[in-house]
């Protein structure tokens, strides 16, 4: 219970209870006192009557029994003044009457001889009627005139006090009774006043007391409230408010400890705001740096460049939250915009981040974000690209927003700077995003330093990826120096055909991200490599103009088992899937292909010597290998290789327009190719040929 309400009730039920108590004892106090006066100025009245009475005439009276008397006339009259005389409204007299001794008859004892008031009961005029009291009454004990008597009686007629007082004559022998009644219920009625008022002073006396209780509890209270809802409002946490003390001055000591508090507390949360802060700061910079460990570990793993810098960009997005990024490349005096990710054109999902390769070329000066990151090797920093200061030398190109319909807002672009100080390209990051995915509004220091940070060691993993890189186009070379048809732009095709397809299969059979990451870059490598065996072909063959005789034909298939030969070692991941690819990347579903299962021992010759790649010494055609059982990866170039090849101009045939290569590829679906993977490449021929402008 409210203390307000305890102190309410309790004052309350005090004052009823005694404002009760007072009525009813004043009530009954009165009314005894009364009481107790009117019995004595009865018994006065009878005393007094009785002494004054002549004793004589009562008796003749008594003998006579007759009304018609000089000495009734005599003592009626005397009645009947004393009953006029005294009475009063507060003194309500009614009868005043004599009485004799009885012969026999009456129950009390004695007889009625005269009465003050004879029309009011004519049979009690009659001198000698029985004074018989009422039934209820009769249990009294007959008077016996001795001595004046006083008692409350009730009859059939009413409630009375009745007085009684003897006549005397001198020698002292009772000769009569003078009685006194007075109407007891008037008297008690005339008492009811009195119960009203002390009922509506009790009514007034409660409503006094709530009235005084209400406007003591509010000046008690009123300031305990205000130091309840201080406290409150300081358990609300706002610590800057601080209480009055002028209405206050007699809690002065609580107020200022209250206001004190008030104080310390404000200091401390201030403290535990700027600890929050500091070890949120703390937090994000461990998991940034904890990122960028772990991107510097799964780079060292990716050997392929392109697969490289997807991961680059995707890490780089997801170390600061980036809406978009991308990453530029130097091509001479140009930077090729090569990578461009972008949730909000092309969400991409976590366990895929997919690159959208572009062909836009910036021309490599100061007066771009990027070519100026890129001449200079310093970051740029734009928090709003359409608004940069004009003391910049360099704007912001609007042209890939136009041709995407994205907007950008701010700009980070970092150099990436190999060891050698050589700038390779630019990363580039846009529009900051809270974890939520709310626009942030622009790049905070700690996302600058994070990137820097992880964009070096995202450029050494790019050079070690480049060194793999050239090792590859060197071989590659030396297969296109033999065969002008293995262009780099061939091999490019073939292989970034390869990972299209791959994907696809990835996504339908949903393989986990893990086995993504890892196996997609080695077939990126492995189909570059797939024809590096046509360096074993003989110029004869291998640049004829023309069909190929069945001789020659026979000839130009050793290219598998020859390239192969170069991974025989098969000593990496890597070397066991291009060793795979060039194998059997001309099987065919249907095992008509070739060469099928042959064995290749490991070479004792190094690479580079191939003169005596011994695979022709077989006597009998080797077991076919056909379906499921060709290795993925050769199913997956055999369709890349055969996709470029029609698509391309050969020496024995033209250039095919894409509905011809598709018609061509889909009858051979379930023949010389894979039928699901020809269903992916119909799927996926957006990226195919986004490909085909790339690499042409
Ligand atoms: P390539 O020119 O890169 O062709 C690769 C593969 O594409 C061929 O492997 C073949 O499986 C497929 N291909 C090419 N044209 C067609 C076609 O019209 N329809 C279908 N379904 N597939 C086609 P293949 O036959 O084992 O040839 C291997 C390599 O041998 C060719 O590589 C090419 O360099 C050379 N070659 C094949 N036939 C001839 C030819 O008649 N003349 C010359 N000069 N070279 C040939
Ligand atoms: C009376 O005296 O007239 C009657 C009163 C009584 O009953 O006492
Ligand atoms: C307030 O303005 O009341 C909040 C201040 C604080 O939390 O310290
Ligand atoms: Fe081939
Ligand atoms: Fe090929």
Redesign the pocket.
């Given at each position: 219970m409210k203390l307000r309400t305890k102190i309410k009730v309790v004052t309350m039920g005090i004052t009823v209870v005694l404002t009760v108590t007072m009525t009813v004892v004043g009530y009954w106090s009165t009314r005894s006192t009364l009481d107790a006066s009117l019995q004595s100025r009865v018994e006065a009245i009878a005393v007094t009557v009785a002494l004054e009475l002549p004793p004589a005439a009562l008796a003749s009276i008594s003998s006579a029994k007759s009304a018609q008397t000089p000495e009734y006339e005599q003592l009626e009259r005397i009645v009947r003044g004393v009953t006029t005389v005294n009475q009063t409204a507060a003194f309500p007299l009614r009868f005043v009457y004599l009485l004799v001794p009885t012969d026999e008859h009456a129950t009390s004892g004695w007889d009625l001889a005269v009465d003050s008031d004879p029309r009011d009961s004519p049979d009690w005029t009659i001198p000698g009627t029985p004074y018989n009291f009422s039934p209820s009454v009769v249990p009294v004990a007959p008077i016996d005139g001795s001595v004046p008597t006083v008692r409350h009686l009730d009859d059939q007629w009413g409630s009375w006090i009745s007085g009684y007082a003897p006549v005397r004559t001198a020698d002292g022998a009772v000769v009569g009774l003078v009685g006194v009644d007075i109407a007891y219920r008037d008297f008690v009625a005339q008492l009811d006043w009195l119960l009203w008022w002390a009922c509506t002073l009790a009514v007034i006396l409660s409503v006094v007391m709530y009235t005084v209780v209400e406007v003591a509890i509010n000046r008690l209270l009123r300031p305990i409230g205000q130091l309840r809802e201080f406290i409150s409002t300081i358990g609300a946490g706002h610590f800057d408010q601080r209480l009055d003390t002028n209405p206050l001055t007699e809690f002065l000591p609580v107020v200022n400890e209250l206001n004190t508090m008030a104080s310390q507390l404000g200091e401390r949360a201030k403290l535990v705001r700027k600890n929050a802060e500091l070890s949120e700061n703390v937090t994000r910079q461990s998991t940034r740096l904890e990122a960028i460990a772990d991107v510097d570990a799964q780079m060292n793993e990716i050997q392929d460049i392109d697969i490289l810098i997807e991961a680059i960009l995707a890490d780089a997005r997801r170390l600061v939250g980036c809406d978009a990024g991308s990453v530029l490349l130097r091509e001479g005096d140009e930077l090729l915009l090569t990578y461009l990710q972008n949730d909000t054109l092309r969400p991409t999902r976590a366990d895929q981040a997919r690159l959208v390769a572009t062909s836009t070329r910036i021309r490599l000066d100061g007066g771009s974000i990027c070519g100026y990151a890129a001449l200079t090797g310093e970051s740029v920093v734009a928090d709003d690209a359409y608004h940069i200061p004009a003391d910049r030398p360099y704007r912001f190109n609007p042209e890939v927003d136009q041709s995407t319909g994205y907007r950008t807002r701010a700009v980070l672009a970092i150099p990436l700077r190999t060891s050698a100080g050589k700038i390779v390209g630019v990363l580039q990051l846009l529009n900051p995003v809270e974890k939520n995915g709310e626009p942030r509004l622009g790049f905070s220091k700690e996302d600058i330093d994070a990137v820097t940070h992880f964009s070096s060691a995202a450029t050494v993993a790019l050079e070690r990826a480049a060194l793999t890189r050239s090792i590859v186009l060197r071989m590659i070379r030396m297969a296109e120096m033999r065969?002008p048809?293995?262009t780099a732009h061939?091999v490019n095709r073939v292989a970034a055909y390869s990972v299209v397809l791959y994907e696809g299969l990835a996504r339908k059979h949903a393989f986990d991200s893990a086995r993504v990451q890892r196996e997609r870059d080695t077939l990126r490598i492995a189909a570059m490599l797939h024809?590096v065996g046509?360096v074993g072909i003989p110029d004869a063959i291998?640049k004829?103009?023309?069909?190929?005789t069945a001789e020659e034909?026979a000839g130009?298939?050793k290219?598998a088992e020859i390239g192969a030969q170069l991974f025989a070692e098969r000593e990496s991941v890597l070397d066991r899937s291009a060793f795979e690819v060039a194998l059997h990347h001309?099987e065919r579903w249907d095992g008509a292909g070739?060469p099928g299962m042959v064995t290749i021992p490991p070479s004792s010759t190094p690479p580079g010597s191939l003169g005596g790649v011994g695979v022709s010494s077989r006597s009998e055609p080797p077991p076919i290998m056909q379906g499921e059982g060709i290795p993925l990866f050769a199913r997956i170039v055999a369709v890349a290789?055969?996709f470029?090849?029609?698509s391309s101009k050969?020496?024995?045939?033209d250039a095919w327009p894409e509905d011809r290569v598709l018609k061509?590829m889909s009858v051979?679906a379930g023949r010389?190719f894979d039928p699901e993977l020809i269903e992916i490449l119909l799927e996926n021929l957006p990226q195919m040929r986004s490909v085909a402008a790339r690499y042409s």
């Open positions: 065969d048809s293995e061939h024809d046509k291998l004829k103009a023309g069909r190929l034909y130009m298939q290219h001309h070739y290789d055969v470029d090849a029609l050969r020496q024995y045939k061509e051979n010389q």
